[in-house]
């Protein structure tokens, strides 16, 4: 258990349970002395008031500041008892002594006179000591252990937010790399077949670099931002397939519905990548169609491509980047991110609903 707690809210609840004590001691007084036509409070009462809650007192505030932080707080549970009763057991001997001493100094013809009844084991005032303490060590420890939970439950989830942020940060880093051997891999493919395109090809690049490296580092973007860079990507892609071979076609919303619309950077890109990587033949007539809504309260991306796998093959890819964007989704949305992937004899499609999170 955390030892280091704030204790602002639970010494403001000590406080009102003594003077909620205090007070119940007070009008107990003071209704007796009303009925004996006494003057209802007096530096008797007081001293009276004194000698009563001090052993209760110190009670407290040795199993509240000594027992419960170095001993229950951490787990040393059955010492903590065992000391516990000990003090309680020393402060009943004090209260029985001091119990017989007041019985002496009593006149004797003001004691009352003895009964022939069988007297009671242990005198009624020791009794109601003993359950007193026992019921300031309860509450002290009902409230402490109730405190204690609530902090262990937000350190918690403070350690959970923390790691989730870093897991996030090392999921981001991954997609550069991920992206650039892609993209240098085009590239290279470029410079054999065209080498006027692919020095193209390179310009385009930096531009998406740049985005890569500076806006992509933080942690929400315009969702007009990310639109531009897959525009950006897709263009750059185009110039490496022939359009007899590949049709590639592109919707994205208008800007009066981006407006306002923020999300985590680079969510989509993967499936683009996914798409261009398995979903493209040389041989055979290829298509990829990337779209996205926006609602009120929803954006739905979905990207489309050609299914070129041999019967009894699956094009269900799970590499680096999906496995990524999985995770990403999870940590940052839970359950509120929909990702379905379907597959059919000639189509792979990915459809992803997000909820609109404004900047």
Same mark, same amino acid.
């Given at each position: 258990?955390?030892?280091?707690?704030? @204790?602002?809210?639970?010494?403001?609840?000590?406080?009102?349970?003594?003077?909620?004590?205090?007070?119940?001691?007070?009008?107990?007084?003071?209704?007796?002395?009303?009925?004996?036509?006494?003057?209802?409070?007096?530096?008797?009462?007081?001293?009276?008031?004194?000698?009563?809650?001090?052993? #209760?007192?110190?009670?407290?505030?040795?199993?509240?500041?000594?027992? +419960?932080?170095?001993?229950?707080?951490?787990?040393?549970?059955?010492?903590? #008892?065992?000391?516990?009763?000990?003090?309680?057991? #020393?402060?009943?001997?004090?209260?029985?002594?001091?119990? +017989?001493?007041?019985?002496?100094?009593?006149?004797?013809?003001?004691?009352?006179?003895?009964?022939? @009844?069988?007297?009671?084991?242990?005198?009624?005032?020791?009794?109601?000591?003993?359950?007193?303490?026992?019921?300031?060590?309860?509450?002290?420890?009902?409230?402490?252990?109730?405190?204690?939970?609530?902090?262990?439950?937000?350190?918690?989830?403070?350690?959970?937010?923390?790691?989730?942020?870093?897991?996030?940060?090392?999921?981001?880093?991954?997609?550069?790399?991920?992206?650039?051997?892609?993209?240098?891999?085009?590239?290279?493919?470029?410079?054999?077949?065209?080498?006027?395109?692919?020095?193209?090809?390179?310009?385009?690049?930096?531009?998406?670099?740049?985005?890569?490296?500076?806006?992509?580092?933080?942690?929400?973007?315009?969702?007009?931002?990310?639109?531009?860079?897959? @525009?950006?990507?897709?263009?750059?892609?185009?110039?490496?397939?022939?359009?007899?071979?590949?049709?590639?076609?592109?919707?994205?919303?208008?800007?009066?519905?981006?407006?306002?619309?923020?999300?985590?950077?680079?969510?989509?890109?993967?499936? +683009?990548?996914?798409?261009?990587?398995?979903?493209?033949?040389?041989?055979?007539?290829?298509?990829?169609?990337?779209?996205?809504?926006?609602?009120?309260?929803?954006?739905?991306?979905?990207?489309?491509?050609?299914?070129?796998?041999?019967?009894?093959?699956?094009?269900?890819?799970?590499?680096?980047?999906l496995n990524n964007i999985r995770q990403r989704l999870s940590l940052i949305y839970g359950e509120q991110a929909n990702l379905?992937?379907?597959?059919?004899?000639?189509?792979?499609?990915?459809?992803?609903?997000?909820?609109?999170?404004?900047?």
């Amino acid at each position: 258990m955390s030892i280091n707690r704030s @204790r602002t809210t639970e010494t403001i609840i000590y406080l009102v349970l003594w003077l909620i004590a205090i007070g119940l001691y007070l009008l107990d007084i003071m209704r007796n002395r009303a009925q004996m036509s006494l003057s209802l409070v007096d530096m008797s009462v007081v001293s009276a008031m004194i000698h009563t809650f001090v052993p #209760f007192l110190i009670l407290f505030l040795i199993n509240n500041n000594i027992l +419960i932080p170095k001993l229950l707080l951490r787990n040393k549970i059955l010492p903590y #008892f065992m000391l516990t009763a000990c003090v309680v057991i #020393f402060l009943w001997i004090y209260q029985y002594l001091d119990f +017989i001493n007041v019985i002496h100094k009593i006149p004797d013809n003001m004691r009352p006179a003895p009964h022939h @009844r069988m007297r009671p084991l242990l005198p009624l005032p020791l009794l109601m000591d003993f359950t007193y303490a026992l019921l300031v060590v309860g509450c002290n420890l009902a409230v402490a252990l109730m405190f204690q939970r609530f902090d262990d439950k937000l350190e918690k989830e403070s350690l959970m937010k923390a790691n989730a942020e870093n897991q996030l940060a090392y999921l981001k880093a991954q997609i550069n790399p991920h992206f650039y051997m892609n993209m240098l891999n085009n590239i290279h493919g470029m410079i054999e077949i065209n080498p006027e395109k692919a020095q193209s090809m390179v310009i385009d690049m930096s531009h998406l670099m740049r985005y890569m490296l500076y806006e992509s580092s933080k942690p929400m973007i315009r969702l007009s931002e990310e639109i531009a860079f897959l @525009r950006n990507y897709l263009s750059l892609m185009r110039l490496r397939f022939p359009e007899k071979l590949v049709s590639m076609t592109s919707h994205f919303p208008d800007e009066a519905s981006m407006t306002g619309v923020s999300l985590p950077p680079l969510l989509f890109l993967v499936f +683009i990548e996914n798409a261009f990587k398995h979903g493209v033949s040389y041989r055979d007539t290829s298509f990829i169609a990337v779209s996205m809504e926006v609602n009120n309260e929803t954006i739905h991306f979905s990207c489309m491509n050609s299914n070129h796998a041999k019967s009894g093959e699956s094009l269900e890819h799970t590499g680096i980047g999906l496995n990524n964007i999985r995770q990403r989704l999870s940590l940052i949305y839970g359950e509120q991110a929909n990702l379905e992937l379907t597959e059919t004899a000639t189509t792979y499609t990915v459809n992803l609903t997000l909820p609109i999170q404004c900047p």
